[in-house]
């Protein structure tokens, strides 16, 4: 897969330009991916913006607002998508809620979108992307069945700046007896940026005995832009003792234990990568959990258990996890790393809870510069698991350092932030919540996703908050709807996916942009979004620049100008997933070539006829407050249904409001 930049701003975006927007848009476009493979198929690839390099490129408190930056500005890392990925490459499980895993068919994912959804598309169009993929490549079903077929191929690949990563073999020291490894097989992505290295997760790829593609694992954290970076390693550690199956158990998680990789952190003069890391198999005495195969075999029979993924049974293990760290200050290009546990999970150490598998990760990391509170030290957020009786809640979470030794598997205290719990008195009101960020002010991020049965204005959404950390690593859940008075883009029930935060307390993601009823309709369509919030930390000179509230990013691109190649007019955002401290974003955009027919939001491209892509961009502010200012786009009369590529079930329906999205 080659890469190559096309940047709608050569050098440096000196603000001599006479249309008037807050950024410049930059993409990134990989020239070749599936292509190599079967190029009927290169049409429909996608290109998503993942993460950003924050090491700062100005000495300005307004960043690239204050000092021009050049459109080669800090890297961008991003993911490709031939199909779709059915359950989440970033989700420790399916839908960040099934502990049990229980969805391995296309009814069990349909009853998920009924219940907790609540689409009236759920049968089939829903279900039918997620499973089957709008190609034919990706898509659940593929891998699901990948061991009747002698070849799997790649459905994500990961980049950073021009080059792509993690291309290769995964280096973990195990692989099936009898199998040998297929290239182009693996499925990356990328969450973080250390530097230039990239954190993110990879599959091992698939092997194959010239009829069967046998998988290893579905995901492991990596850290590092080789061909075969480094790998972050499970850690068995079996709630048996020292029994014949404790030794079994342990044996298959260090074999085909899954890792994901978040973010990292400094401590202690040592670099450590954050995730989460398998300790122990899921109930694997729940033919609930069978796909083809049973999977108490991969226990039971000594056979199989010696050489798990060389067998039919085996090929959807999953495991329980608990938050982790790695230290990868010295690690070495292809050389695994071995984790240090962050802290168990909440009231309990048992490895199952009635059929479900407790769950731990820190999906951010930072080192408190709030002068006030923690000054100095790491903090880390994410989710861990509380039991509750027969119940596994999966619940946003902030870790902060004990006295305990980092190495010791629990040195750090794991304290549920509140307003996001699962159960509010005796009631249930959310089914799962995670912090997904957090700066140096110690402001956090996170989503807590609405019960089926609990909706608000037509929707269970997944509800946006923030909390500020406390003295004792407290948080109380703020939402963004809330925060502002149900209005504007955070109208009331309104649902997204927040991205990122960076030091001036400006925050990224993707929000609802229409409020049509979810419940019996379909899903929302989705637009990226920029959240200045005033807070210790924030810089008033560079709140003024959004006018001290939030935006749709489609309207600080606006620059006036509906045709030509070089204008922001070609793209409408539809995720911010990142941010730096200089204001360059890393975000995904609908690219129409040339320019859409107007600046309205819900503009035809090419009269309704042209094709569209999704492409990995970057959004550099523009330096010279005399070139730039905020147009907020119009909305035209409703247009007709949007044709080709990958793109073609998408209707603009609700004056255009339209958004592709990645599980998070």
């Known amino acids: 897969m080659k890469f190559n930049y096309s940047l709608i701003a050569a050098g440096v975006l000196a603000a001599t330009s006479s249309h008037a927007a807050l950024y410049q848009v930059v993409e990134v476009t990989p020239s070749l991916s599936v292509v190599d493979v079967d190029a009927s198929q290169s049409i429909f690839t996608e290109y998503y913006g993942s993460a950003i390099s924050k090491a700062r490129n100005t000495s300005v408190e307004q960043g690239c607002f204050g000092q021009a930056c050049a459109s080669s500005a800090s890297a961008l890392a991003g993911d490709s998508r031939n199909g779709s990925e059915g359950h989440s490459y970033r989700q420790e499980v399916p839908y960040n809620y099934d502990s049990s895993f229980f969805y391995t068919d296309w009814g069990r994912n349909r009853d998920y979108c009924r219940s907790e959804l609540g689409y009236q598309t759920c049968d089939p169009a829903w279900t039918d992307k997620m499973w089957k993929s709008f190609s034919s490549l990706g898509g659940l079903k593929k891998e699901r069945d990948a061991w009747l077929s002698p070849t799997y191929t790649s459905n994500a690949e990961a980049f950073v700046n021009t080059a792509q990563i993690a291309a290769g073999q995964p280096v973990t020291g195990y692989s099936p007896d009898g199998f040998s490894y297929q290239n182009q097989s ?42 075969q970076p480094t790998i972050l390693n499970p850690l068995p550690q079996s709630g048996n003792g020292n029994s014949e199956i404790a030794v079994k158990e342990d044996k298959i998680t260090a074999k085909m234990g899954r890792t994901m990789a978040f973010d990292s952190i400094e401590i202690d003069g040592k670099t450590y990568v954050t995730g989460s890391a398998s300790v122990a198999p899921f109930d694997y005495g729940d033919s609930n959990k069978n796909y083809r195969g049973s999977v ?80 100095g030290e790491p903090v880390l957020v994410g989710l861990n698991t509380t039991r509750d009786g027969s119940n596994a809640f999966l619940q946003a979470t902030v870790f902060t350092r004990n006295s305990n030794a980092i190495d010791s598997g629990n040195g750090w205290n794991s304290i549920v932030i509140g307003g996001s719990t699962i159960k509010s008195g005796d009631d249930f009101i959310y089914s799962s919540s995670v912090a997904t960020d957090i700066n140096e002010n110690l402001l956090l991020i996170g989503e807590a996703k609405r019960r089926g049965d609990k909706r608000e204005n037509g929707a269970a959404a997944n509800r946006m908050f923030l909390a500020q950390v406390d003295a004792n690593g407290n948080a109380s859940a703020q939402y963004f709807d809330a925060l502002n008075g149900n209005s504007g883009i955070f109208f009331r029930g309104v649902g997204g996916e927040t991205g990122a935060i960076n030091n001036f307390n400006e925050i990224v993601g993707a929000v609802d942009a229409e409020q049509s009823t979810e419940f019996f309709g379909k899903k929302r369509r989705q637009r990226g979004f920029i959240y200045p919030y005033s807070a210790v930390g924030s810089n008033t000179e560079r709140m003024a620049i959004f006018q001290n509230q939030p935006w749709l990013l489609d309207d600080l691109t606006n620059d006036g100008v509906a045709k030509g190649a070089d ?27 040339g320019g859409y027919d107007t600046t309205g939001h819900n503009s035809y491209c090419g009269n309704g006829s042209q094709k569209e892509k999704l492409v990995a961009i970057k959004l550099i502010p523009i330096s010279d407050p005399a070139a730039r200012s905020i147009q907020t786009r119009g909305l035209e009369a409703p247009p007709v249904e949007r044709k080709g590529g990958s793109l073609g079930w998408m209707a603009l329906i609700f004056l255009g409001f339209i958004g592709l999205r990645r599980n998070k």
């Not at 150490?349 to 509170?373: C, E, F």
């Not at 922001?568 to 129409?592: F, P, S």
């Open 567 to 593: 204008v922001n007019n070609q793209y409408r955002i539809i995720d911010a997933a990142d941010i730096n401290d200089d204001g360059i974003i890393a975000a995904t955009a609908l690219k129409c070539e």
């Open 296 to 375: 108490s075999n991969c226990i039971n029979d000594t056979n199989i258990n010696e050489n798990p993924s060389a067998y039919a049974d085996c090929q959807n293990f999953a495991f329980a996890t608990k938050a982790a760290l790695w230290d990868v200050s010295s690690a070495n290009e292809g050389t695994p790393v071995e984790p240090f546990i962050v802290s168990n999970w909440q009231n309990t150490l048992d490895t199952v809870i009635d059929k479900k598998s407790p769950q731990g990760s820190v999906r951010g990391a930072v080192k408190s510069a709030n002068p006030n509170v923690l000054t």
């Open 186 to 227: 693996t499925n990356v992505v990328v969450n973080a940026l250390d530097g230039d290295k990239a954190i993110g997760n990879t599959s091992s790829g698939y092997y194959t005995n010239g009829s069967n593609s046998a998988l290893v694992y579905r995901h492991r954290g990596f850290y590092g832009n080789a061909s």
